[in-house]
């Protein structure tokens, strides 16, 4: 089959995902047009994935279209808005039919579980980069910020932390051959925004953020938002049952509190709204309890209440050691 050119790509692909009755014009113009309710907020956000920065090469194309609007529906999440539009700008190298319709479908299943409709993007030759941004809807006033901790409030994780850096580790060691190490990789490659936790926090929490760099780099950034510091037990880290079976204690605490890719929500909230939070029915995923917020500055992790220090911090792209 001859490779198609861009136009086709567009309509054979990306012409079809989600439907919505607000996109009142979607893909094929000059640009989108979109309808914002009376009394809601749009919040916006865009994130890139690079090859061999972001997800290795080789990582399987549908898992790469899940992941790279899953890292943006985390942003959105982590604002306690609800999800409804994207844009997709991909560069590849080339048009490759089963690549794509891999990333397609990958990209359409995230997309159909939270009602996404894909509604522009841009198509170009270049090496493999991902760009989507996301749009999603708040009700004025009800957004979340990192900038609202206080002194007092808790610091609390949804989830698991550390899966999604031990799996990446384990697929890229070639050495997936249990459940737990699948489990862990799944992780990786299927996070899962958690959309529902950020819609029930935006009238309970103080502050909120995703954690994408790795608990304690993130952490620090909320608490440089809101001018305060914060102490982590790691003792309370919520750690999964596959982590706990595939890697000994000092590893595992590593990897949560610095791994990163969790798409985990971290948020700083009141005890007694906490409390009111897990007497709710049905919270949509595990919330813990794993610290609390004080006076001054940064991120201090304490094992029995003596303060230990961390060989490595999070991600930063201009960091020392990093890809660039
Ligand atoms: P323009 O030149 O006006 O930017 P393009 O030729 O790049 O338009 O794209 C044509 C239409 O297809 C536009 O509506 C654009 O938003 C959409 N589009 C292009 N690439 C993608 C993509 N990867 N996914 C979704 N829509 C896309
Ligand atoms: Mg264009």
Not at 302 to 319: K, M, N, Q
């Amino acid at each position: 089959m001859q490779s198609p050119g861009e136009f086709e790509i567009i309509d054979r692909y990306f012409r079809d995902i989600g439907r919505r009755a607000d996109v009142l014009l979607g893909v094929g113009d000059d640009a989108a047009v979109l309808e914002v309710p009376p009394g809601e907020c749009l919040v916006a956000t865009v994130d890139t994935l690079i090859e061999d920065v972001h997800f290795p090469s080789g990582l399987d194309a549908a898992d790469v279209g899940w992941r790279s609007l899953a890292v943006n529906l985390s942003d959105l999440a982590a604002m306690g808005a609800r999800p409804a539009w994207t844009t997709l700008s991909l560069s590849l190298p080339r048009a490759d039919t089963g690549w794509l319709a891999g990333f397609a479908a990958g990209f359409a299943q995230l997309a159909e579980t939270w009602g996404v409709a894909l509604v522009g993007g841009d198509t170009v030759r270049g090496p493999l980069v991902v760009t989507v941004q996301a749009m999603g809807l708040v009700e004025r006033g009800q957004w979340l910020t990192r900038s609202g901790a206080r002194p007092g409030h808790l610091v609390v994780v949804s989830g698991t932390l550390g899966d999604s850096a031990a799996g990446l580790a384990a697929w890229r060691g070639g050495a997936v051959a249990s459940q737990c190490e699948r489990t862990l990789v799944q992780r990786f490659t299927r996070p899962a925004p958690r959309i529902e936790l950020g819609r029930r926090l935006r009238t309970c929490a103080s502050a909120a953020m995703d954690v994408s760099d790795g608990l304690v780099a993130d952490l620090e950034k909320l608490c440089a938002a809101s001018a305060c510091a914060a102490d982590i037990d790691v003792g309370s880290l919520p750690l999964s049952e596959a982590l706990r079976t595939v890697h000994p204690v000092d590893r595992r605490e590593l990897y949560a509190l610095t791994g990163g890719d969790d798409y985990e929500l971290v948020f700083t909230i009141a005890e007694e709204s906490f409390a009111a939070l897990c007497a709710q029915q049905g919270l949509p995923v595990a919330c813990t309890p794993i610290g609390r917020v004080r006076r001054g500055r940064g991120v201090v992790c304490r094992r029995d209440g003596e303060a230990i220090s961390l060989p490595v911090a999070g991600y930063d792209h201009f960091g020392a050691g990093a890809a660039g």
